[in-house]
């Protein structure tokens, strides 16, 4: 079955960047686009951007672009997402989802605080 | 960027109830597609390409619209239908969601 297994939770001070992974298991990984999406506490979802594992073709929501760097390790079936200069704006549920939107990762809780 | 509208922002409906949600995009788009989230957990697929349920997907939920009016129908409102709700466009980059409806159970 296909799974999407992110790390739960993630503590960093601001300033600072997190690289959150997503492993992909039980389809193709070259195949399907792996898209991220931002949940802020009580707010509602933000498209951040997606990959294309097959090709490491990337696109970015103009308003992450600064914010979010999109990358892959093929070879273990995993996507990456690093979140950089880190504010209390960026403490939020990020999720990887592929398969047209089909697959969610249970989603990264990252808390930025001193 | 599509921006996408939804309402009401909350709905209160009783069980058995139909209920209908709406989103409207600022522009039009091919298709919408709809996703349920309950508490705590991550947005699950209702419905793909505006009408077509996801499996596993009850049947009381449907999909419909075109261009810049979409809509979601529960025919007959259970106490598990109890989530927020949104619309999702990826006709045009950048992705966008509606900013969604909450449902309640009365």
């Known amino acids: 079955q296909v799974q999407l297994q992110q790390p739960g939770a993630e503590l960093v001070k601001p300033g600072a960047s997190v690289k959150m992974s997503c492993k992909a298991s039980?389809?193709?990984?070259?195949?399907?686009?792996i898209n991220w999406v931002k949940q802020r506490p009580g707010q509602g979802l933000e498209w951040i951007g997606d990959i294309y594992p097959g090709r490491g073709i990337t696109n970015y929501n103009e308003k992450f672009k600064s914010k979010a760097t999109l990358t892959l390790d093929t070879s273990s079936s995993t996507a990456y997402m690093q979140l950089s200069s880190l504010t209390s704006e960026d403490s939020a549920v990020y999720y990887c989802s592929t398969m047209r939107f089909a697959y969610w990762g249970q989603g990264t809780l990252v808390t930025v605080s001193a | 960027q599509i921006v996408l509208t939804q309402s009401p922002a909350i709905m209160s409906a009783s069980l058995g109830e139909e209920i209908t949600l709406t989103c409207s995009a600022s522009?039009?788009?091919?298709?919408m597609h709809w996703y349920q989230q309950k508490s705590g957990t991550s947005p699950k697929l209702l419905i793909y390409?505006?009408?077509n349920l996801a499996s596993g997907v009850p049947s009381r939920f449907s999909g419909s619209g075109s261009g810049t009016f979409y809509s979601l129908t529960i025919s007959s409102v259970e106490a598990e239908d109890a989530a927020d709700y949104y619309c999702h466009q990826w006709s045009s980059y950048p992705w966008t969601f509606g900013g969604g409806t909450k449902l309640e159970i009365k």
């Open positions: 522009s039009s788009v091919s298709y």
């Open positions: 039980g389809y193709t990984f070259t195949s399907y686009w």
């Open positions: 390409s505006t009408s």
